[in-house]
């Protein structure tokens, strides 16, 4: 397990999680001690990732900040509702001109490129097309009238990916995150080649916490299904109790909550000719908020998330217990921070991986039965799609519907089937929104890959009996919950 990443980047920021979570078990933090074991991971005789060992250890020095909550750089005003950030350090290998005149130039007779530039941009070089950036517009012209190929077009992965244009870049060339336009979604963290951009950690305050004698809660995205290969479901939720969490209970549990209560909605919402928008994706959610207002007010669900849903059921029953949602995305860090949020701390499954890791605790090698447990629907909800059967499934059980769904599958598709809702030629009762291809097993702080994890699923779940979500909800009840955003239990 302590060997789960090929991208190195993420393994040094692993390997920096698991000598801070080590140190926070056993007691104080010492940020020099941190920063002098991030050192050695660099030493002089290693190999080069960077240009030279100090820039390499500038990075090291960045990502224990951001391990230990802290902004990446001191000088950095800290915005706690900003999750992803930049390391500065780090970011500096990405292919700065969007357009590039490459060696399969063969500065040929028909200078198809120097016909095309409507700017004058292009002029033939002593062996090749050469381009003046102090002219050119990135239209790409001459790459589309190039016969060989020979000019590309490469737009910076962090910016190619975030689906808000929430990405530009300073007069270094470094990355920049518009705060105010970015949802928190982690797409531009999934996609540096360079591990330039990252979360903020909040795994010191919960080991804090645990050690504290604090009853603390943890709850678990229906995702962690299959992260951990050869381990039952059973397996993962007492090896998280085993760190010192009173509890770890399925955030599925929530899900089917949350599918009933969605299903209320959306019969209200086909009454009245407006397709609903689910609540569950929190990037999804931030950019309706952010970038489509008017959608957000008439036509996003009200109901919480399945992490509000269990974690207010928690704090029911056990008014003074702190409630930890353990799960593969970023943007719940920033949905913790809500004013209707009772969850008190957001770790991912990374920093699970580091705590477990830290602690000597494998997994697999746990004992552990199956105890009472949520629908099959309600564990769906960690793929693309099943959000909306699960609604679609409580309707039926209360004899209702068919309603009709699009899935969103990615925050792309999630921004263009919103920009068909504000054009009027929506034709679906409900749109599903997923900011991960795929859904929360591929959210970018997961530790396997969705392919592995969907299967592990299916295969675990096969062996349960199909119970219905009211059936859940008789089991786990909600009665007392309130399951609507922007009310919470004091």
């Known amino acids: 397990m302590s060997n789960m990443f090929s991208h190195e980047s993420r393994q040094f920021k692993f390997d920096i999680l698991v000598s801070i979570c080590k140190q926070a078990f056993e007691g104080d933090v010492d ?3 941190v920063q002098a074991y991030a050192k050695n991971l660099v030493s002089l005789d290693g190999p080069r990732y960077r240009c030279c060992v100090y820039k390499e250890r500038e990075v090291l020095r960045q990502r224990v900040r951001l391990a230990m909550g802290k902004m990446a750089r001191e000088e950095i005003e800290p915005n706690e509702r900003q999750i992803i950030h930049v390391i500065d350090a780090a970011c500096d290998g990405c292919s700065i001109k969007k357009i590039r005149v490459t060696d399969n130039c063969r500065k040929c007779m028909a200078k198809s490129c120097l016909a095309a530039c409507r700017f004058g941009a292009i002029h033939i070089g002593t062996t ?6 102090t002219k050119c ?6 790459a589309r009238a190039c016969p060989y190929s020979a000019i590309v077009v490469t737009e910076r992965p962090c910016y190619a990916h975030c689906p808000v244009q929430a990405i530009s870049w300073d007069e270094h060339d470094i990355a920049v995150i518009d705060e105010k336009k970015c949802i928190n979604c982690g797409q531009c963290e999934g996609a540096c080649p360079f591990g330039a951009i990252e979360d903020v950690s909040w795994v010191v305050p919960v080991i804090q916490a645990i050690r504290m004698g604090t009853p603390v809660y943890a709850v678990v995205a229906p995702s962690i299904q299959g992260q951990f290969e050869n381990t039952t479901l059973p397996q993962v939720l007492k090896s998280v109790e085993m760190l010192g969490f009173t509890k770890c209970v399925e955030v599925a549990v929530g899900a089917d909550a949350v599918a009933e209560f969605e299903y209320r909605e959306l019969a209200e919402h086909k009454k009245s000719g407006k397709p609903m928008t689910t609540s569950c994706c929190p990037g999804f959610v931030n950019m309706l908020r952010i970038h489509f207002p008017k959608l957000y007010e008439e036509n996003k669900s009200t109901t919480v998330t399945p992490m509000e849903a269990i974690a207010r059921k928690i704090k029911n029953e056990h008014p003074d217990a702190g409630v930890v949602f353990i799960g593969p995305c970023l943007a719940k860090k920033q949905e913790a921070m809500e004013a209707y949020s009772v969850v008190d701390y957001v770790l991912t499954y990374e920093e699970l991986a580091a705590m477990l890791i830290s602690q000597g605790i494998n997994p697999e090698d746990v004992k552990a039965t199956e105890e009472e447990y949520p629908s099959v629907y309600g564990r769906n909800f960690a793929f693309s799609g099943g959000v909306a059967q699960a ?8 004899n209702d519907g068919p309603y009709t769904a699009f899935m969103a599958n990615g925050a792309m ?9 504000q054009a009027g030629k929506f034709t679906f009762d409900i749109l ?7 859904g929360c097993i591929a959210g970018p702080a997961c530790i396997s890959d969705a392919v592995s994890v969907k299967g592990r699923m299916a295969k675990e779940n096969m062996t349960t009996d199909k119970k219905t979500i009211q059936k859940s909800l008789e089991i786990f009840s909600f009665d007392g919950v309130d399951m609507e955003v922007g009310k919470h239990v004091e």
């Open 137 to 142: 517009k990135e239209c790409g012209a001459c």
């Open 432 to 438: 599903e929104g997923m900011c991960c291809p795929g």
């Open 31 to 33: 940020e020099d001690k």
């Open 413 to 421: 598709e999630c921004k263009k089937q919103l920009q068909i809702i």
């Open 391 to 398: 609604v679609a499934e409580a309707a039926k059980e209360h």
């Open 128 to 133: 090749r097309s050469e381009i003046d950036y």
